[in-house]
Every structure is written in C-alpha cells, then in structure tokens.
C-alpha cells in the first residue's frame, strides 16, 4: 500500500521513488519564485505596525502614570492624616493666661498631671493649672490690664481659661476697673458667677456658695435659674439652690483680707490724690476733702518712696506724715483729708 501517513515535512525515506522527486522538482519549476509584495502595501504593513507599536507604548505609559499617580495620592492621604492627627489628637499647648503680681507666704502651682511646684512672683500661670494657698499663705494674681484676683487662705482654684477660673475651695476677691471692663466667670460646685467690672468676692464651702457685691453687679446662675446681686448684698445660694439675701457695707471687716492681699501701688510719681483714691477703693471708703484748698494741695503733692509691706491703711498713715495733709474723723465709710493748718 503506498501513500504518506505523517503530514508534517520530514527527509525521503525508502517508501519515496526517484520518479516522486522529478514530478516534485517540475512542479517548482512551472510555478516559479514566489513574488516580492508591492512597495505601497509594505508601506501600509509598516505603518500599521508602527501604530500598533506605539499603542503598545502609550498604554504601557498609562499603566506606569496609573500606578504612580496611585503611589502619590496614597502618600497625600498619609500625610493629609499625620497633619489631622497633629492638629485635632495632639494636646492642646497650654495659654498663658494671668500673672502673679502678689504672694504673702507660699504659693502652689499644679500643671494638669503633674507635680505641684511653688511660684514666685512676677511668674505666670497658664490654662489648666490648679493654683493653691494653705492656712498661712495668700496671694494675687493679674488678668489681662484691669482684673485682679486675690486668693484667701486655704484656697484651691483651677485655671480654666483667661475668663474661666474653677472655685474648689476658700474664697478668693476680684476687682475688675469699670472704665475697663473684662468679663471673669467664678463656677464652683453651687453655681457660678459672672460680672462686669465690679468688686466682689466667692467663698465655697461644703457646696455651698456666698457671693459678696462691693461695687457694681453680678449675675449668678446655678440649677435653679439666675439671679443677680448688686452692691452691698450677700447672696447665699445653699447646696438646695436656694438664695438667702443680706447686706454687708463695702468697709465690712470681712473684705479686709482681700485689702492686704492688694497688689503693690506704685506711688513714686503719683499725687497724693491718686494714692488716697487707691486707698479708697481698697478699703470700700469714699475719700472727702475738708475744704478745696486740702483737695488741691492733694493734687500737686508728688510723692517719693516705696509702700512696700504695708496694708493701704498703713501705708496711708505714713504717706500722710511726710506731707502737710492730715486725717481727720469721720463716718466709718469715708477717709477724711485736711490740710495740717486747718
């Protein structure tokens, strides 16, 4: 039997006859080389090539800018939450927010979660520590350029913010200047205290709260609603919420403390007049003149020295010894002032 099993192109075995090989060899000679393709169809068959060459490239491209672009915002997206992370999760840095202008004794200072550490003066305090007095000590401190604050023995308060102080324990005294008034919010555990240039002072014992009104007003708020207190009254607000009202004079011994805590005056350069208006506020007084001559006099004294130590009633007595003015009697509520020869 003759014929090819394998279709695939292999070398003549023994089955192929040498008259096989001739027809092969005179059917290449009639069908001839095969033909070159036209130049203009190469032309296209490059082209085509190119295009699909540079496709190829393009898309290759595209991937790589993908990927890198991907890399990129990935990177932004971590950065974006490091500076979220910083801004929102990090603590707060703390503000500075008083000054302390006065300490009889020693004074405490307790940073949040911290140890306590003893101040000095002419230190600051900042927003979120814990100032405290003991049984011997007392102190002042200065809020912006017209509030003082003065802490009584025995006194704990938190430094909320520059017009939040957190009244624990004790009592402490503040005097806002009305020709330049700058709100001071007081909370304690009774209720909290609000003002607008005014003297008054807080004492909290026990969860309850007493609000004394030398000058100006205030406005008390606590779980029952609000109240306001004016001069000369002393609101007791007890730990029901209830409010018991009585009076207490602007000279009341019971301001004396906050009088010797009084941060020094200055009186070099200063008219006598100046300082006995100080003395006065200090000591809830009016100052009155025995005549016009006395009152001017007052004005062109120009003092000299320092009062350095001493209580305003004290320190008044001696200013008063180095001048021609003298004081003489009068209702307990005024300081009267005369010439020596009168």
């Known amino acids: 039997m003759s014929g090819i099993e394998n279709t695939g192109p292999q070398n003549a075995g023994p089955d192929v006859t040498q008259n096989d090989e001739a027809g092969i060899e005179e059917l290449l000679r009639q069908v001839g080389a095969r033909d070159e393709p036209a130049a203009d169809m190469m032309q296209e068959v490059e082209a085509a090539v190119h295009a699909e060459w540079r496709s190829m490239l393009q898309e290759r491209q595209r991937k790589r800018r993908f990927v890198t672009f991907g890399i990129a915002a990935t990177a932004v997206l971590a950065v974006g939450v490091a500076v979220l992370g910083v801004r929102y999760l990090a603590p707060t840095a ?26 000095a003066v002419s230190q600051h305090v900042f927003s979120g520590e814990t100032i405290q007095t003991d049984d011997r000590s ?20 938190k ?46 014992h026990a969860e309850e709260m007493e609000v004394s009104v030398r000058e100006g007003r205030v406005m008390i708020a606590n779980a029952a609603g609000t109240s306001s207190g004016v001069a000369g009254e002393r609101i007791r607000v007890t730990p029901r919420g209830e409010i018991v009202r009585s009076k207490v004079p602007a000279h009341d011994p019971s301001w004396r403390w906050a009088a010797h805590t009084a941060p020094l005056f200055d009186i070099n350069e200063r008219t006598f007049a100046a300082f006995a208006e100080w003395v006065g506020r200090e000591t809830g007084r009016k100052v009155v003149y025995a005549s016009n001559e ?46 020596a020869s009168e």
């Open 159 to 204: 430094i909320a913010s520059a017009d939040e102080l957190v009244l624990t324990a004790g009592a402490l005294y503040v005097d806002s200047q009305a020709q330049h008034p700058q709100e001071l919010m007081i909370r304690t555990d009774a209720g909290s205290v609000r003002h607008v240039g005014t003297q008054y002072q807080v004492r909290t």
């Open 94 to 119: 703390p503000i500075q927010v008083a000054q302390i202008t006065r300490i009889d004794g020693h004074l405490l200072v307790r940073p949040e979660s911290h140890t306590a550490r003893e101040i």
């Open 294 to 339: 006395a009152q001017s006099a007052a004005s062109e004294v120009t003092l000299r020295g320092s009062i350095a130590g001493l209580d305003p009633d004290t320190a008044l007595s001696a200013v008063l010894s180095t001048t021609q003015l003298r004081r003489y009697e009068t209702k307990d509520e005024l300081i009267g002032i005369t010439l």
């Open 138 to 157: 007392r102190a002042a401190l200065k809020f912006g350029d017209a509030v003082s604050v003065r802490l009584d023995h025995d006194t704990i308060v």
